[in-house]
């Protein structure tokens, strides 16, 4: 049985992303300083990790509220053992359209084909930048884009035909490289999307002076190649979508520091350990692992998700510009971007 489930501001539930690492080989500043994320740094033990068949639970009680799509997060998802077989287990759920991934896809080459005979649909990739030393930087690690490059080339022979870019866009690090990775996808027919340097988590030092707003990232695009608005493809889409005027593609910018986007959200996050999460700058989340763990049956997690979902008042883009008091929230590389 369908039914649906609406939060304080009448907003469905229509979008999980599910993280299932808190690990990631990269140490990007923005998200995972190396500075804070060393050798040291103790990750969420194995047994602490919702296994793959509680990770179905939720995903099955999700759909039962309206969920239709499902996104693998991280941490980077690809350091999660056999996450192949969790793509094989989410595709045979009901209800699901689409199951998507974002990785930095260091690790892509080897595992394309698997996923994409596992039934994952599509890719989206974090690249902040094709220039090496600029890359190099953001990742933390001194990685090159070689292993990038070949991870996406790798996922078009395996025969994902929407692979789409993530570039984190920050003021003095990567801005002036932007005309370089825009022209590469539009000889890739590759979607790229820009991403306002944003204020997730506590651990990055974010300062306001450090975006590129959304509306220089158009600018600085739209003198080189002129650009024009695009409707966008459903309600609740994260992207503001732009074509080119010559017919070679489009991308997306995401604005949630200086146009946010609150209105019409529909995702909810699961964290690796089972936190039910309302929103990328929440504080907290619903432990739904104890429930799974005290042996709830599938209308009790129902329940469980629902009151979570109705209480929600979450409008955070929104509301930042008042704070006085910066908030404490749950970091991007528990619940996935």
């Known amino acids: 049985m369908q ?8 907003r469905g539930l229509r979008d999980l992303r599910v993280s299932v690492t808190d690990r990631c080989n990269f140490r990007c500043p923005y998200c995972m300083p190396a500075e804070i994320f060393g050798e040291r740094y103790q990750f969420l033990p194995r047994a602490d990790l919702l296994t793959f068949e509680e990770i179905i639970c939720v995903i099955e009680a999700s759909v039962q509220l309206g969920v239709r799509k499902i996104r693998l997060t991280g941490g980077e998802p690809l350091v999660r053992s056999n996450i192949e077989r969790l793509i094989e287990m989410i595709s045979s759920v009901k209800g699901i359209d689409d199951i998507a991934m974002t990785t930095n896809a260091y690790l892509l080459d080897a595992a394309a084909h698997k996923l994409k005979k596992a039934g ?9 930048s094709l220039n090496d030393a600029v890359f190099q930087k953001m990742n933390g690690r001194g990685f090159s884009t070689a292993k990038v490059i070949n991870g996406i080339e790798a996922a078009k ?17 990567n801005e002036h490289t932007l005309i370089e990775l825009v022209e590469w996808c539009r000889e890739q027919h590759i979607v790229p999307r820009f991403i306002e340097y944003m204020d997730v988590g506590t651990l990055n030092d974010w300062k306001l002076d450090e975006v590129f707003s959304a509306a220089e990232i158009i600018d600085l695009i739209d003198d080189k190649y002129p650009v024009e608005p695009v ?26 520091v200086s146009q946010p986007f609150c209105g019409d959200c529909t995702r909810a996050r699961l964290s690796p350990e089972g936190q039910f999460v309302t929103c990328l700058f929440a504080e907290s989340g619903k432990d739904l692992r104890e429930l799974l763990r005290k042996g709830v049956n599938k209308k009790g997690l129902v329940e469980a998700i629902t009151g979570v979902w109705n209480k929600r008042d979450d409008k955070y883009s929104e509301n930042r510009s008042s704070m006085t008091i910066p908030k404490k929230k749950v970091e991007m590389y528990h619940i996935g971007g």
Do not use: M, W
């Open 3 to 10: 039914t649906s489930v609406t939060d304080k501001f009448n």
């Open 120 to 128: 994952l649909h599509r890719i989206t990739v974090s690249l902040d």
């Open 157 to 173: 022979e395996a025969g994902f035909e929407i692979i789409k870019i993530n570039a984190v866009v920050q003021k003095g690090v």
């Open 231 to 256: 409707d966008p493809s459903y309600l609740g889409e994260v992207a503001r979508r732009y074509r080119f005027k010559d017919g070679k593609g489009e991308f997306g910018v995401i604005s949630s």
